[in-house]
């Protein structure tokens, strides 16, 4: 009988004493071969309990390694972890998803089957508080978060990304590892290096988990607004992936700051203003209605808050973005300097 594929499953974490044994709990406990799989935690030099759980879990599991990652961010620690994985299929784990007991089976079975270089679920965002739920419903939604079908598509089909993701271990080989660059966005980016090889993603519903989002609002803030600003390195290297939809939030922030300027001033600018915000707020309460019919109308309150902070923080994020990278679009270079990379990091 042939044996299953060796898998490595990443995870980098940075702070996630709260949660990293819940988080790392459901990895441990795949179904898939225990002599057939590594769990790799790449740690971020956290402050906090996040590594002596780490430890203390590794001492009960042998298949389980901890390495540093002095990156701190993502995509240093999958590259930290990629550099040591023995695995010929690799797996990457969120430290604020919980994933399905037969996670790691479905992967390996959906690239058999479909033949795909990358594979991935839905991203099933959940979270214990009002507004966490309202945050989840809101990013699970067309009118929240666009055409990014891994947040709302139940079919299998061939897609531009996916949530993780789970790769035969050679494409690392072929397209490169994760740009250290990215603060955020690094699955975007490698996954339009990924496309432009040749590469196929496909979304596979049997792929489960439940992202715990973010549940303040100052949390949902700093995330989005790091997602746009981030976007613009990754369109910069990039360009052919442009689409309208990427614009369409910074273009609204833009529009909404000179009409605000102009308002003052020019009675068809309070004219245009007063038409501009009364047309957001009615196509995101009807986004609202929507929402909170299909789940708990006691979140229809907070998810107006939700898609407004969303849109806002990535359209703000975007186009400060597009200031602090405006010499860049010549260039596609995947590092940074390391003093570069912390000083964004810092300013955000």
Not at 11 to 31: K, T, W, Y
Not at 331 to 338: E, F, I, L, M, V
Request: one cysteine or more; proline letters at 4%.
């Amino acid at each position: 009988m042939q044996k299953a594929p060796f898998v490595s499953l990443l995870m980098p974490v940075h702070n996630e004493a709260s949660f990293i044994e819940r988080s790392l709990g459901a990895v441990l406990a795949q179904d898939y071969p225990r002599d057939r799989i590594e769990v790799i935690v790449a740690d971020g030099l956290s402050t906090d309990a996040t590594r002596e759980i780490i430890e203390a879990l590794a001492g009960q599991h042998p298949n389980l390694v901890l390495v540093d990652n002095p990156g701190k961010i993502v995509s240093t620690g999958l590259n930290a972890a990629l550099r040591v994985a023995r695995g010929e299929i690799i797996i990457r784990i969120d430290g604020h998803t919980v994933i399905a007991p037969d996670y790691c089976r479905q992967g390996v079975e959906a690239l058999r089957q479909t033949g795909a270089d990358n594979v991935g679920g839905r991203m099933n965002a959940v979270s214990d508080g009002s507004f966490g739920r309202a945050v989840a419903l809101a990013t699970s939604s067309r009118f929240g978060i666009g055409n990014a079908r891994f947040h709302y598509s139940d079919r299998e089909e061939e897609v531009d990304t996916v949530y993780l993701g789970c790769w035969p271990s050679e494409v690392f080989q072929r397209v490169g590892m994760f740009d250290e660059e990215m603060v955020r966005n690094q699955d975007d980016e490698f996954n339009y290096r990924l496309r432009a090889a040749g590469g196929k993603i496909m979304l596979n519903p049997r792929i489960k988990s439940e992202y715990y989002n973010r549940a303040t609002a100052l949390s949902l803030w700093r995330q989005y607004f790091q997602y746009g600003y981030w976007k613009v390195r990754v369109l910069q290297k990039h360009p052919g992936q442009m689409s309208a939809r990427q614009f369409v939030p910074p273009l609204f922030v833009m529009t909404l700051f000179l009409l605000c300027a102009a308002a003052p001033f020019f009675i068809v600018g309070r004219f245009l203003m007063a038409a501009a915000v009364t047309t957001y707020s009615v196509l995101s309460l009807g986004a609202s209605i929507l929402a909170a019919r299909r789940c708990d109308w006691r979140l229809l309150p907070l998810l107006p808050i939700a898609f407004t902070i969303i849109h806002f923080a990535y359209g703000s994020g975007f186009l400060l973005g597009m200031a602090r990278f405006w010499n860049r679009w010549r260039n596609s270079g995947t590092r940074a300097s390391q003093s570069n990379l912390l000083r964004d990091i810092a300013s955000l």
